[in-house]
């Protein structure tokens, strides 16, 4: 039994964590109650122990709080166990707690009894004993529709340990989150065949853009010419439209990406607008896609 599951809330989410549990053959069963918060989970012991159980239901996760300030070359890690923190309403909590320090800028969590995360932060503004009494706090201040709240936790830090600083760079893609689909019949087309439209996208280094882009990407299908989308960063965020050039050109691309409302294909067929959040940053440009 494993209780404290705050992610388990309706039938939908006990069924997505029915899904992921059915990928571990060891496990054989899930019954799952959201008004206690709590599973039942049947295995088979001589394949699987309980920490091989928390283990398979456990999701790594990570978390942009800020960016740092242009002026920093580098950013200080360090690495902390956390007790008590385990699914993404933890996180949630976690974050909250680190966002109340501008020095703190991002986290990621990794397996481990307990559970552990690295810290992204400015040593100069604040080391790691600091970070650690805001992780064991016990409680911190959350503010929704300008109502105030005390939210309560028990996270139990453990000692921490420095790592090797990282660069502006590598802090940038490590928490950025790409995105890449393709879709139109992407497969049948030959690679030299088809063109890239390259453009600055800012938001797409935003994780908080995640649904929007989804809608977005969406949007963009709605072109035959169009068969992939994908984002990465370069000396900026970009966003790249795979496209063939014998069916649209790039002024069709610009208007498109630039349309005010996104045009988004739902699952049952029929289709929503929604307001474009995204910006189309020049210069632009296309590039070969071999």
């Known amino acids: 039994e494993m209780t404290g599951l705050r992610t388990i809330k309706c039938f939908g989410s006990a069924k997505s964590l029915r899904g992921k549990l059915s990928r571990n053959p060891a496990i054989v069963g899930l019954d799952a109650y959201a008004k206690g918060k709590r599973a039942l989970i049947y295995y088979d012991p001589a394949r699987i122990d309980s920490s091989g159980i928390r283990r398979a239901i456990f999701s790594p996760s ?7 300030p242009e002026e920093a070359k580098t950013v200080n890690v360090l690495q902390i166990g956390v007790y008590e923190l385990f699914d993404g309403h933890d996180n949630y909590d976690l974050f909250y707690m680190l966002q109340s320090s ?3 800028y991002a986290f990621k969590t990794q397996f481990g009894e307990p559970v552990m995360v690295e810290i992204f932060y400015n040593g100069a503004e604040i080391d790691g004993d600091a970070i650690q009494k805001i992780i064991g706090m016990g409680k911190y201040e959350k503010e929704t529709n300008g109502k105030k709240e005390i939210i309560r936790v028990d996270f139990k830090p453990t000692k921490w340990t420095a790592l090797e600083s990282v660069s502006i760079r590598e802090y940038i893609l490590a928490f950025f989150p ?12 030959s690679i030299e065949n088809l063109r890239i439209f390259e453009f600055g996208m800012p938001e797409a280094e935003n994780s908080r853009y995640s649904r929007s882009m989804s809608y977005f990407i969406s949007h963009m299908s709605e072109y035959d010419g169009i068969v992939r989308f994908r984002t990465d960063y370069t000396d ?7 496209f063939d050039p014998v069916q649209l050109d790039s002024l069709q691309i610009v208007e498109k990406i630039k349309a005010p409302k996104m045009k988004v294909f739902l699952k049952d067929g029929s289709t929503r607008e929604f307001d474009n959040p995204f910006t189309a940053e020049e210069p632009y440009q296309i590039i070969s896609s071999q």
């Open 62 to 68: 990570k978390y942009k709080i800020r960016m740092p």
């Open 102 to 104: 501008p020095a703190v």
């Open 178 to 189: 790409k995105a890449d689909r393709s879709f139109n019949e992407y497969e049948k087309y």
């Open 236 to 242: 900026r965020a970009i966003g790249q439209v795979y």
